[in-house]
Each structure stands twice: as C-alpha cells, then as structure tokens.
Nanobody
Framework: QVHLVESGGGVVQAGGSLRLSCAAS????????MAWYRRTPGIERALVAH???????YYTESVKGRFTISRDTAKNTIYLQMNNLRPEDTAVYLC?????????WGQGTQVTVSA
C-alpha cells in the first residue's frame, strides 16, 4: 500500500505559478512510476505528466514548456512546477503512483486559475 498526500494547490491569476507536492509513504525507489493527473467536469482523469524511477519524463502537449515534474528521493516527494498558468488548467490535480502493477491515488488538490 502506498499512501500519497498532495499539497500546494490554490487560486492564482492567469500567468501565475504554483508548485504542487506529493509526498509518498514509501521510498520512491520502490515505486515504478509516479504521475500527476487532473480532473475536470466531464473528464475523470487526464494525464498531465509522469516521471519514472529512472527520471524519464512525459508531458501532455498542452503543458509542455510550462510544467515541470521532478522528484526528491530524500523526501519521498514528487513535484509539479506549473508556470504561465491558464484558466483551462483549472482542475483537481491528483497524484498517482504505480508499484508492482498496482495504482495508488492521492485525494487531490484544487488548482483554480482566474482570467
């Protein structure tokens, strides 16, 4: 079982920045893959970015150049640095971990971007 706790959400104006954190209950070296998803009305979960345990990364097209995913193995935490935020980035952001083929989810953190 992997417990995930997100933080860092909030309200920001368009063009602003936020950094989301996701703290895991286990060493990141034991987790194959971690990711950030977002949930909006009508879309349960959409992949935003992921990072592997070898630091390979992926970004969905709409956030490339604006968002950066990273991890701190000493803190068992991953981050999502979000710059130049847009109103369409408004969503609940969910942290995901995959370990031995099993997915685990955090509760989510709300990000609201005002125009």
């Amino acid at each position: 079982q992997v417990h995930l706790v997100e933080s860092g959400g909030g309200v920001v104006q368009a063009g602003g920045s936020l950094r989301l954190s996701c703290a895991a209950s286990q060493s990141l070296s034991s987790i194959n893959y971690m990711a950030w998803y977002r949930r909006t009305p009508g879309i349960e979960r959409a992949l935003v970015a992921h990072i592997t345990n070898r630091d390979g990364t992926y970004y969905t097209e709409s956030v490339k150049g604006r968002f950066t995913i990273s991890r701190d193995t000493a803190k068992n935490t991953i981050y999502l640095q979000m710059n130049n935020l847009r109103p369409e980035d408004t969503a609940v952001y969910l942290c995901n971990a995959v370990k031995s083929g099993s997915p685990y989810w955090g509760q989510g953190t709300q990000v609201t971007v005002s125009a």
